[in-house]
């Protein structure tokens, strides 16, 4: 089975400050991860994904990741954060030979001027 | 983009009513899934479709759920006599063919069941 955790439920930073919102997952078995963005009454849009390759992974809206094996993270960081960034952000992973993701609870970044 | 699209964005229902969510996935892809998200939980995995039949589902979706995908672009969620605690968001996902574990799930809007 897996599990992740998303140790943050909130984060609050100011515009064009850094961030960065901690995953840690556990598996048996080797992973795919995944971060999702939900904005307010929105679905869930992919923000970014490792499948294997390099750990270092980019997305869109300048969200980048990186895949630790040993530590078992996936922490999701961006340099400059803007007011649009505020939304709800969920790290998920899908074990290898299942379908469903398994999310973690989420991290509400909120961004002020 | 192609999207995924759900209909209705909020379904108000009474208890031991039936419920019918609907998804139309993107055109090419081939399986699909739901998932909800109860009001200040994480994301549920409810089940998985593929050649029109379940191929995983959670403890969660017992007999009171079943899934269809009754002609070429719909997929359908019914929940036979909802119960308050069905109350959620439902979100309806879709994938490419493939490698199945390794192409990411694209999911819709949602649609709010809210059950009284």
């Known amino acids: 089975a897996q599990s992740v955790t998303q140790l943050d439920s909130q984060v609050p930073v100011f515009e064009e400050a850094p961030v960065e919102l901690r995953c840690n997952y556990s598996?048996?078995?080797?992973?795919?991860l995944f971060w999702y963005v939900q904005y307010p009454n929105q679905g869930l849009q992919l923000l970014l994904k490792?499948?294997?390759?390099?750990?270092l992974v980019k997305g869109i809206n300048g969200f980048e990741a990186e895949f630790n094996k040993s530590q078992t993270s996936f922490h999701l960081r961006k340099p400059s954060v803007h007011i649009s960034d505020t939304a709800e952000y969920f790290c998920?992973?899908?074990?290898?030979?299942?379908?469903?993701?398994?999310f973690g609870t989420g991290t509400r970044l909120l961004v002020s001027p | 983009e192609p999207e995924v699209t759900q209909t209705p964005s909020h379904q108000v229902t009474q208890m031991g009513q039936e419920v019918i969510l609907r998804c139309v996935p993107i055109?090419?892809?081939?399986?699909f899934y739901w998932y909800r998200q109860i009001l200040g939980q994480k994301v549920e995995f409810l089940v998985s479709?593929?050649?029109?039949?379940?191929?995983?589902k959670s403890e969660i979706f017992d007999d009171q759920f079943s899934v269809e995908r009754p002609d070429g672009s719909n997929f359908t969620l019914k929940i036979r006599s909802t119960k308050l605690e069905d109350s959620a968001m439902y979100f309806c996902?879709?994938?490419?063919?493939?490698?199945?574990?390794?192409?990411?799930?694209?999911f819709g809007d949602g649609t709010r069941l809210s059950i009284l």
């Open positions: 996902a879709s994938s490419a063919a493939g490698t199945l574990s390794n192409q990411p799930q694209h």
């Open positions: 598996s048996s078995v080797s992973v795919y």
């Open positions: 490792y499948l294997s390759g390099s750990t």
């Open positions: 998920a992973v899908r074990g290898a030979g299942f379908q469903k993701l398994v």
């Open positions: 055109s090419n892809h081939l399986y």
């Open positions: 479709f593929y050649n029109n039949e379940i191929s995983e």
